[in-house]
T-cell receptor, first 112, second 113 residues
Framework: GNSVTQMEGPVTLSEEAFLTINCTYT??????LFWYVQYPGEGLQLLLK?????DKGSNKGFEATYRKETTSFHLEKGSVQVSDSAVYFC???????????FGSGTRLSIRP | GAGVSQSPSNKVTEKGKDVELRCDPI?????LYWYRQSLGQGLEFLIY????????KSGLPSDRFSAERTGGSVSTLTIQRTQQEDSAVYLC???????????FGPGTRLTVL
């Protein structure tokens, strides 16, 4: 079946460190891929997305590239800030107006 | 504009009671989704509405769970005879038809004692 696997947390980094959160998926065909973020005390927000192979999604300094050959969508940021502390969810969706399948989430904590 | 709203924000109930959770989607969004976020299960899909009909109910965990949507707008998720394992945050999302982005509400935290 379709699934999303992401690296387990928690991940703790110092401010200005480089961030990678790994995400791989299992699916047939070409789903759309997403990263959602949940800041403390807030609801889920879409961070970035990519809808086809080799697309790069980017937002707020975060990037992820849709890699069909490795079925991956790793999240990266060159220099993290304390305000990036949150839970990050990798997700996929088959088509417009269909359910999202989420990974288990990765909690990120950034030390000043 | 206004986002997705959910009520109540918190609900504490006793085991065996029925609860109703409400979702107000973004105006004009035809698709509406319910998800559940719990410690042991992560984020899981429950049900999806297109207009007032539910093409996909595959995620409802048991027949104690039901949902309806009226007027293509507000949706209510009902849990009958609540159990402790129903304790979770229930999230609602909406999207325009034929769009990738789902917009999530703040959730309702349900605690079953």
């Amino acid at each position: 079946g379709n699934s999303v696997t992401q690296m387990e947390g928690p991940v703790t980094l110092s401010e200005e460190a480089f961030l990678t959160i790994n995400c791989t998926y299992t699916a047939t065909g070409y789903p759309s891929l997403f990263w959602y973020v949940q800041y403390p005390g807030e609801g889920l927000q879409l961070l970035l997305k990519a809808t086809k192979a080799d697309d790069k999604g980017s937002n707020k300094g975060f990037e992820a590239t849709y890699r069909k050959e490795t079925t991956s969508f790793h999240l990266e940021k060159g220099s993290v800030q304390v305000s990036d502390s949150a839970v990050y969810f990798c997700a996929l969706r088959w088509s417009s107006a269909s359910k999202i399948i989420f990974g288990s989430g990765t909690r990120l904590s950034i030390r000043p | 504009g206004a986002g997705v709203s959910q009520s109540p924000s918190n609900k504490v109930t006793e085991k065996g009671k029925d609860v109703e959770l409400r979702c107000d989607p973004i105006s004009g969004h035809t698709a509406l989704y319910w998800y559940r976020q719990s410690l042991g299960q992560g984020l899981e899909f429950l049900i999806y509405f297109q207009g007032n009909s539910a093409p996909d109910k595959s995620g409802l965990p048991s027949d104690r769970f039901s949902a309806e949507r009226t007027g293509g707008s507000v949706s209510t998720l009902t849990i009958q005879r609540t159990q402790q394992e129903d304790s979770a945050v229930y999230l609602c999302a909406s999207s325009p038809i034929l769009a990738d982005t789902q917009y999530f509400g703040p959730g309702t935290r349900l605690t079953v004692l």
